[in-house]
């Protein structure tokens, strides 16, 4: 018996169709064999064991050899782990993995990269200009997945790179490589093979415009990780995030600086994040944030234009554009600022995403300062949500974003009421709030004119 399936998209239909129902493609179903066809066969019973008697998973962890790196997968590579890195065109994806191949490679291991997308002529480029020359790193340039399977249980290597998922192609299927049936079948066998062998491996894949990994949704749950590579290509600042992690702790970030000669790790980000920061500028406030499990002291910049014309603009980078919505409402009907009529622009400086709710009063502060040109107060730092009432909600992990702040010389911070300081914080002064009102009072410098510009 056969049936029809999406080579877009693998839907199933027991018919042929002109156009799929599910991804609207024309002339994309192909005939094939229909799964569970045949008579059933019987198999035994497998064999249940306790938990206490299973094994960990886990093993000993292999460094990559970039700090970073390890901290985003949670301290190096498992044995079997599949790694998806995913990342938009140009961003450092491949520079990277070429990096850590020949750190892993120079630590003893064999690394094989296999290079889909670029012949071995370019990759030598890259090589060189990274003085990457290691002979334990093997270069296979090919797309057929069964040669990479056949290739990786012949040669054993310590780990494996695939540049990317996208480009390899199972040959049974009729589809173009890059496709949802192609992507799907491919990533299984890699898969399959890295559980088999304990052999780690790490794919990179595409992403499409919206930011979103290119491929089926069911990439992301096969892999073990799922990274991110976050950044602006105009600025030097990479991102890398974990989103998925069966190993460590999801939502972890590292940070990298583009070089000429590649990626630079940054051990401190968060005097990177603060260097070119000016003190008494208006619209400007010192956030303590949490990145997994990594606190960070970022720049919280904000703008607010004359009183517009029509509708206000409303603009955010790094901040969620709903956030800032709900903190311009707080301000106005708890606080008295009105910006209803004024044009707003939120940034975070430095090309970082902050997620967490945890920045809305310092977006607050921030928006307050650049409407009546009063700088902050110096060297403080401003941690607190806000709730529609007006209050100062208390935010996770305060401790870690103190010790922080006062490790960087910062001398006060602006925090919800009821925090009481630990021993490394002595040096802290903690100015607590209980709603808006009140901390807008506690920010400013009072030492300090308003200024226009």
């Given at each position: 018996m056969s049936g029809f399936r999406c080579r877009q998209c693998d839907y199933r239909s027991g018919k042929w169709l002109g156009r799929c129902p599910s991804c609207g493609a024309w002339g994309a179903l192909e005939e094939h064999a229909a799964e569970g066809s045949g008579q059933r066969v019987t198999v035994a019973a497998g064999t249940p064991r306790p938990l206490p008697q299973l094994d960990a998973a886990a093993g000993t962890r292999t460094a990559t050899g970039i700090a970073e790196l390890d901290r985003v997968l949670g301290g190096g590579l498992v044995p079997g782990m599949v790694v998806l890195i995913g990342g938009e065109p140009g961003i450092g994806k491949s520079?990277?993995?070429?990096?850590?191949?020949?750190?892993?490679?120079?630590?003893?291991?064999?690394?094989?990269y296999v290079s889909g997308e670029e012949s071995?002529?370019?990759?030598?480029?890259?090589?060189?200009?990274?003085?990457?020359?290691?002979?334990?790193?093997?270069?296979?340039?090919?797309?057929?997945?069964?040669?990479?399977?056949?290739?990786?249980?012949?040669?054993?290597?310590?780990?494996?790179?695939?540049?990317?998922?996208?480009?390899?192609?199972?040959?049974?299927?009729?589809?173009?490589?890059?496709?949802?049936?192609?992507?799907?079948?491919s990533a299984a066998r890699l898969v399959e093979l890295a559980k088999g062998t304990g052999t780690p491996m790490l794919l990179v894949g595409h992403v499409t415009k919206d930011g979103s990994l290119a491929g089926p949704r069911a990439l992301a749950h096969v892999v073990d990780t799922v990274v991110q590579f976050e950044g602006d290509r105009h600025h030097a600042h990479r991102i890398l995030r974990a989103l998925k992690n069966r190993f460590g702790p999801a939502d972890e970030l590292g940070v990298f600086t583009m070089t000429g000669a590649g990626l630079r790790a940054v051990g401190d980000p968060s005097e990177l994040f603060l260097a070119e920061r000016r003190e008494d500028a208006p619209g400007s406030a010192v956030l303590a944030a949490i990145e997994g499990t990594r606190p960070l002291l970022v720049e919280i910049q904000a703008l607010v234009g004359e009183p517009a014309q029509g509708s206000p603009r409303r603009t955010s980078l790094g901040v969620d554009g709903q956030r800032v919505a709900l903190v311009l409402a707080v301000l106005g009907r708890r606080a008295g600022v009105e910006l209803a009529q004024r044009d707003v622009f939120v940034n975070v400086a430095g090309g970082l995403s902050i997620v967490e709710p945890a920045a809305d009063l310092a977006v607050a502060a921030a928006l307050t300062s650049s409407l009546t040109g009063r700088p902050l107060a110096p060297r403080s730092?401003?941690?607190?949500?806000?709730?529609?009432?007006?209050?100062?909600?208390?935010?996770?992990?305060?401790?870690?974003?103190?010790?922080?702040?006062?490790?960087?010389?910062?001398?006060?911070?602006?925090?919800?009421?009821?925090?009481?300081?630990?021993?490394?914080?002595?040096?802290?002064?903690l100015r607590a709030a209980r709603d808006l009102a009140e901390a807008l009072e506690l920010v400013f410098d009072p030492a300090a004119a308003p200024r226009t510009r």
């Open positions: 520079t990277l993995l070429l990096q850590a191949g020949a750190a892993l490679a120079a630590s003893g291991g064999t690394v094989l071995p002529g370019q990759l030598r480029l890259r090589a060189e200009r990274l003085a990457v020359d290691s002979p334990a790193l093997l270069v296979l340039s090919e797309t057929d997945v069964d040669v990479v399977v056949e290739t990786v249980r012949r040669s054993r290597p310590s780990v494996v790179i695939v540049d990317s998922i996208q480009a390899v192609r199972c040959a049974e299927l009729g589809s173009v490589p890059g496709s949802v049936a192609q992507v799907r079948e730092a401003i941690i607190g949500e806000l709730g529609l009432t007006g209050e100062i909600r208390r935010v996770s992990r305060l401790g870690a974003r103190l010790r922080e702040a006062a490790r960087l010389g910062f001398e006060s911070a602006v925090v919800p009421h009821g925090v009481t300081p630990d021993a490394e914080t002595e040096g802290l002064r």
